[in-house]
């Protein structure tokens, strides 16, 4: 369907309040009005910017004298704060007023395009800025900050009781009961009930496992460095969290002492909190909370009353800070979410022993939610990006948990707009291979979190459950406590649409072949806002995932240590840096220069969205991105021929003559035709043609994915040279044309020539053709149906039992048409199903046949030690030791793409694969190859791969066949964040 008028306009009234990240969720009395000059703002920008105004001698004149004057008006109190501009201002006054009153000269300091507000100003609606009326500026940014409850993001939903929490507390049967920090006792009933099923028992599994790891060992070290103390916080958290449910659920002292050992150590941390960020303290807060709940029949009264006291005096310091220190989650962020959810957890704990503190605390803390909340309005997508999704959720459902369990309620909070949607973000912004379209900051692993499970039984999205077994099947503490099999469901057996267009401060289209099928297609195209927090400037990149290889990249991260990287003005450090600027992204580049090259204001969504059974296609009007130097962009991508080809165009219409660079950045090796008008891109075998179709003066070129000529570099930026190659098409001098780019992914092996591909038509005749093709009626495997087998799925993978010596045979059947088949020539391989018939197009079915995946080493197996090992490089206190010292709390760290370790086992061994763990293997994905030599010079290599994403446990990599090897040789390339290397254990296995 197409998107409806009404329902842009009703997309644009909601970004005007979330578009702002300091904004999120407030309502305007009116937009940016600036008084005299222009009356109708609608074409200024969504509280972001002024473009392009002169004040001049036709300008106002105010109460003042003669002066430009810009007016921001709000609907609610707010703090005035820091106001940046572009251009040569004189005589500048900033005066502010409540509705109705009378301005108010604030005492600032002008520094040059950055005006400071001394101490801010709060509980104020208007400000006036006033400039010398013959001053031209460009580009004017307001900070604000909320200082009372906006009625707009919450009245509607929020209902906080006049009575006491401590009462609803009495009412709802559980004063003095524990536990109530994220579920009831029922739900710990629910994991007794079932803990001999799956996923239950797999769960279990890796619970007590991670607890027993602990028991015997030391605690988290105090880091002296405050900027250094999150990642002990956390590791503290971790620990209570894991050590807590084992004792609930075994009532075993050993655990109940391992969770107390930990608390008690991390209280006698120095107080250096008021120095420090507010997520350290919400953290700790968090862990405290719940194991003062989980652990409340173990602790004798003088535990009780140490960690008591120790909870109340962080909770005073807490009720001081939230809402005053912008540090401490004031702008609608991950962070804001944390504070308030790690907060209010700790405060229901602890309701009966301090009920005023505790009282206040959890109304400010729900009033106060709905702020983040509403970034995800209105259909769920996490503006921040993937990666940042689980943790800009997860405090804020541990808060809604425990609300519920607690008092019956979340007072409203499920119902704020857009969140019972946002389970659905992690599905669709990731592909059926297990990566994500990681715009921002992100990294390329599939977000997900344990809240799905509670997400699905909420908002009754069982889907959400599907997913999270599938990206983190193996669990752990909120996966057990929150999962219900009764939410659990298969999209293909609830007839979930494929594709989907999702809106909001960032929005984004997305297609696919299949949800379960990891070698199908997936391709996806992103708008936004190029404001958003952890943003980049990428309107226009689009992502293709297809015959299980990433074909396209985005680069993610640059590091958070780089000076200036999360400023967000025009002028900001962050645009300089390579891998956050729109050169860096699958999309468009006209002049390049120091300038940000996107408009840095730039909000475009996508305008239109169409799906058939043959595919579809979104289309987005850029215009806004480059509007310096273009009347029109708008890009458009197709997904046809049943989702085996994607097509991307652009149609570009300048002021002016300028310089155009289109550019995909890829990991593939790239061979160029003779006439450079398509290119074979290939990884590990496999093949996509990308062809350039028009403009007919057109060529590609490979470049090294670096700045373009003219854009700044920075020794700070992340070298991308050694792991990407980017192909580009560079016009010189054009004013308008159209740029139309097809990818052709060779399924079965082969391109094929008689593939179908639409007209080269403008994108607004574009169309999806019902185009007839031939099918096959049924797929066979030795004879028997594949229970999957879909006449419109066209890849699946069969998996052998481990070690089997017999060669499936593939059949299959169609009643109409034409049918052969090239079966593999081993037992594992490949075959080629294609059916044929008289007036209409081919199809091709694949079918992948491999040995089962290892997902543990067989028990007996032997493991090799070492005798001697020497690495390349090594990170100061974290050498090389500390990957083969059996202790996952340690590592071997080094920066770099081509580092290694090589290890020598004295002699000759048969060996069959490798174990290793990555100290962030939960969180980013490492790039890796495995090496084996018999002299310790000529190294071949037997692995090449990455880390999934999901664990940091130990994983086993198993070889294609069983070597014979001394020297043992582990390549460390980085990972899709940075080019740090961080490797907890390695071990070395023999045959099995």
Excluded at 6 to 25: C, D, F, K
Excluded at 519 to 528: E, F, T, V
Aim: proline fraction near 4%; include cysteine; hydrophobic fraction near 35%.
């Amino acid at each position: 369907m197409k998107i409806s008028l009404w329902r842009r306009i009703t997309g644009l009234i909601i970004a005007i309040a979330m578009l702002i990240p300091s904004m999120s969720g407030f309502a305007l009395d009116k937009n940016y009005r600036r008084a005299g000059l222009i009356d109708d703002m609608s074409g200024i920008g969504f509280m972001k910017s002024y473009e392009n105004i002169v004040f001049s001698e036709k300008g106002v004149e105010a109460e003042s004298g003669k002066r430009a004057v810009i007016e921001y008006q709000l609907a609610d109190e707010f703090s005035f704060g820091n106001i940046f501009y572009e251009g040569n201002a004189e005589n500048i006054a900033v005066s502010v007023s409540k509705k109705g009153g009378e301005y108010k000269d604030v005492i600032f300091t002008d520094n040059g395009n950055y005006i400071n507000i001394e101490n801010k100003k709060s509980g104020m609606h208007i400000i006036r800025i006033q400039f010398a009326y013959d001053t031209a500026i460009t580009n004017v940014e307001l900070n604000t900050t909320r200082t009372e409850l906006s009625k707009s993001a919450a009245a509607s939903v929020i209902k906080l009781p006049e009575k006491d929490m401590a009462d609803i507390l009495k009412e709802n049967g559980m004063y003095g009961v524990h536990p109530r920090v994220l579920g009831s006792e029922k739900n710990f009933s629910r994991i007794l009930e079932h803990i001999s099923d799956e996923p239950f028992k797999t769960f279990y599994g890796t619970v007590k496992k991670a607890a027993d790891n602990l028991l015997d060992k030391d605690c988290v070290q105090y880091v002296a460095n405050a900027d250094g103390l999150l990642e002990p916080a956390r590791e503290v958290k971790r620990r209570v969290e894991y050590c807590s449910m084992m004792w609930r659920l075994t009532k075993e002292s050993k655990y109940g002492e391992r969770a107390w050992k930990e608390i008690e150590n991390a209280i006698s941390f120095p107080d250096i909190y008021p120095e420090i960020s507010g997520l350290v303290i919400s953290e700790l807060l968090f862990a405290y909370g719940l194991g003062y709940d989980w652990l409340y029949d173990f602790l004798d009264a003088d535990r009780e009353k140490m960690l008591r006291e120790e909870m109340v005096n962080r909770l005073n310091f807490m009720n001081r800070e939230i809402g005053v220190n912008a540090n401490w989650g004031l702008l609608t962020n991950n962070i804001h979410s944390v504070v308030r959810g790690g907060t209010c957890v700790a405060a229901i704990a602890l309701l009966e022993k301090e009920p005023k503190l505790s009282d206040a605390l959890i109304r400010k803390c729900v009033s106060e939610l709905p702020v983040s909340m509403k970034m995800t309005a209105p259909e769920g997508v996490y503006p921040e990006g993937p990666s940042y999704w689980d943790y800009g959720t997860i405090y804020t459902v541990h808060c809604m948990a425990t609300l519920e369990a607690a008092f019956g309620t979340d007072f409203g909070l499920n119902k704020v707009t857009g969140y019972d949607k946002t389970g659905e973000f992690p599905l669709f912004i990731s592909s059926p291979m297990g990566a994500a379209f990681n715009f921002g900051d992100s990294g390329s692993y599939s977000p997900g979190g344990a809240q799905l499970y509670w997400m699905a039984e909420k908002y009754n999205k069982p889907l959400y459950s599907w997913y999270q077994r599938r990206v983190n099947g193996g669990g752990g503490v909120f996966d057990l406590i929150w999962y219900n099999p009764e939410y659990d469901v298969n999209p293909d057996l609830a007839d979930v649409p494929l594709d989907a267009v999702k809106n909001g401060e960032q929005n984004f289209a997305a297609f696919r072949s299949s949800w379960t099928d990891s070698d199908g297609l997936y391709a996806a195209i992103k708008g936004g806002y190029n404001q958003t927090t952890h943003g980049d400037l990428d309107i226009g990149s689009f992502m293709i995932d297809a015959l299980g290889k990433r074909w396209l990249l985005d680069y993610g991260y640059e590091k958070y240590s780089n000076p200036g990287i999360f400023e967000r003005n025009t002028n900001a450090k962050r645009w300089t840096y390579y891998g956050k600027r729109a050169e860096a992204h699958n999309t468009l580049v006209m002049n390049p220069s120091n300038a940000p090259d996107q408009d840095v204001f730039a909000s475009c969504e996508i305008d239109e969205f169409f799906v058939s059974g043959g595919g579809g296609y979104a289309v987005i009007d850029m215009t806004a991105a480059y509007k310096k130097y273009a009347k029109s962009v708008v890009r458009a991508m197709m997904v046809f021929d049943r989702k085996r080809q994607v097509m991307i165009r652009d149609e570009i219409i300048g002021k002016d003559s300028s310089k155009v660079w289109w550019q995909i950045h890829t990991p593939a090796n790239i061979t160029l035709s003779a006439d450079k008008k398509s290119a074979v891109l290939e990884i590990d075998g496999e093949k996509m043609m990308v062809t350039l179709k028009t403009p007919d003066d057109a060529v590609f070129e490979i470049r090294d994915s670096a700045p373009l000529p003219g854009a700044p570099t920075s020794a700070l930026s992340i070298d991308r040279t050694a792991d990407s190659r980017t192909l580009a098409v560079n016009l010189k001098n054009v004013k308008q044309t159209a740029i139309t780019v097809i990818f052709s992914p060779y399924w079965g092996g082969e391109l094929d020539d008689d593939r179908y591909v639409p007209d080269i038509k403008p994108i607004e005749e574009w169309e999806i053709k019902q185009e007839e093709y031939a099918s096959v009626d049924e797929i066979l495997l030795d004879g028997q149906p594949l229970k999957e087998f879909n006449p419109e799925r066209f890849t699946y993978t069969v998996e052998l039992p481990r070690k089997s010596e017999h060669r499936p045979l593939i059949t299959a059947k169609s009643d109409k048409y034409k049918v052969e088949i090239n079966q593999s020539e081993s037992v594992t391989g490949r075959a080629v199903i294609k059916a044929e018939g008289e007036g209409v197009l081919p199809a091709k079915y694949i079918v992948n046949v491999s040995y089962e995946k290892l997902s543990q080493i067989p028990l007996g197996t032997e493991e090799y030690i070492p005798v001697s090992y020497k690495a390349t490089g090594e990170q100061e206190g974290n050498g090389a030791e500390r990957c083969i010292d059996g202790n996952l709390d340690t590592k071997w760290a080094v920066e770099g793409a081509d580092q290694y370790i090589t290890f020598d086992l004295g002699e000759t061994k048969s060996i069959r694969a490798v174990g290793i763990a990555f100290t962030m293997g939960n969180s980013r994905n490492d790039y890796f190859a495995v090496g084996i030599s018999e002299n310790g010079s000529d190294f071949t290599e037997v692995y090449k791969g990455e880390g999934d994403g999901s664990t940091t446990s130990v994983v086993p990599y198993e070889f294609a066949d069983t070597v014979r090897a001394r020297y043992v040789r582990l390549y460390v390339k980085g990972n899709n964040t940075s080019k740090w290397n961080s490797v907890s254990e390695v071990k070395i296995y023999g045959d099995f």
